[in-house]
Every structure is written in C-alpha cells, then in structure tokens.
C-alpha cells in the first residue's frame, strides 16, 4: 500500500521568484558562534587596548578610537578605555567629547585621579574654567601628590579668576594644557 498526499502547489511565477530570492539568503550557520568565556573577552579587550595604545603613541588617532570602541564594545565598564578616548580628542580638538568620554570614565572608577584630571582639562578646552577647577580639585583630594595636578591648578585658578571677573574676555583665551 503506497501513501498518496495531496498538497496544493504554489503557481509556477511563485516558486520561481522564491527560488530567486533564496540565492540572496544568507546562509544558515550550522551552530552560533561560540560566546566568549570572560577571561576570553577581558583579553580579547587588553589585546585591542594595547593596539589602540600603539596606535595612538603613532599619532594615528582615527584607529586608536575605532580599536578602543571595539574594546568598550566588549567592556563597557573599563574607565581607563574611556579615559584614552577622551585624551585622543582631546588632541583632535574635540572637547565635548572629550568631556563626555572623560565623565563616564569619571562615573565608572569615582577614585581614579587621572579621569578628573582629563575631566577638567576637557572642560577647560570647552571654557568652562569653574568646572575644570572642581575637578581638578577633585583629582588632588583623590591623589594628592599628582604631579600634573598640582602644576595645572594654580593656572586654572587664575583663569576661574579673570572668567568671573570678564567672562568674555577669557573664554577666547584658554588653552588646553
């Protein structure tokens, strides 16, 4: 006794145009990629630090930023990630970005010196004296024997100054140390 089944056929123009259109698929994985293990990512991200390290030394800003963006992609939670990113634009001019890498960088590690330090000399790039001295404040409290603090205060005070007193004129002065 032989099985008979009976299913209806789509028209011939339709199976034509779906045959076309499974060339353009893309293929079907056998199995998904295997996800990292954390050790496997927490290395696969220092290897694109220190890369993005290399490459920012070079002055090759553009791939320094696209490598430490492929290491935040895998952890986002590194402040000093953040933290290079904001001195690279800080370099390319690009103050508010600068802030904005530095204060993630500042929210992710609340002790870490160096990110209020990079915190303020961004705000100063964008001529906000009274925010660059609260944090570079900050930094000392944190380290007080920081060296580039203890030298860049004293100038950021005279400029916080002079910006209360002609806010004006002093914005078109500062400079990023």
Same mark, same amino acid.
């Given at each position: ?16 145009? +779906?045959? %076309? @259109? #499974? ?11 295997? *996800?990292?293990? =954390? +050790?496997? %990512? @927490? #290395? ?11 490459? *920012?030394?070079? =002055?090759?800003?553009s791939t320094a ?27 390319l001019g690009r ?43 900050t930094a000392l ?37």
């Amino acid at each position: 006794m032989s099985l008979i089944s009976f299913g209806l056929k789509a028209p011939r123009s339709k199976r034509k145009v +779906a045959s %076309t @259109l #499974s060339a353009f698929a893309e293929p079907e994985p056998d199995e998904p990629a295997p *996800a990292l293990s =954390e +050790a496997q %990512t @927490l #290395s696969e991200s220092d290897r694109l630090q220190n890369e993005g390290n290399s490459a *920012a030394d070079a =002055e090759k800003y553009s791939t320094a930023l696209q490598l430490w963006n492929q290491a935040i992609s895998l952890t986002p939670f590194r402040a000093q990630l953040h933290e290079q990113k904001a001195q690279v634009f800080l370099q390319l001019g690009r103050c508010w970005d600068a802030v904005q890498c530095a204060t993630r960088a500042t929210e992710l590690d609340v002790t870490w010196a160096d990110a209020f330090l990079t915190l303020g000399r961004s705000q100063l790039g964008l001529g906000e004296p009274e925010l660059a001295l609260k944090s570079m404040e900050t930094a000392l409290q944190l380290q007080p024997e920081l060296e580039e603090a203890q030298n860049e205060i004293a100038e950021v005070r005279m400029l916080t100054l002079q910006h209360k007193q002609h806010p004006d004129a002093t914005t078109k002065r500062i400079k990023v140390v």
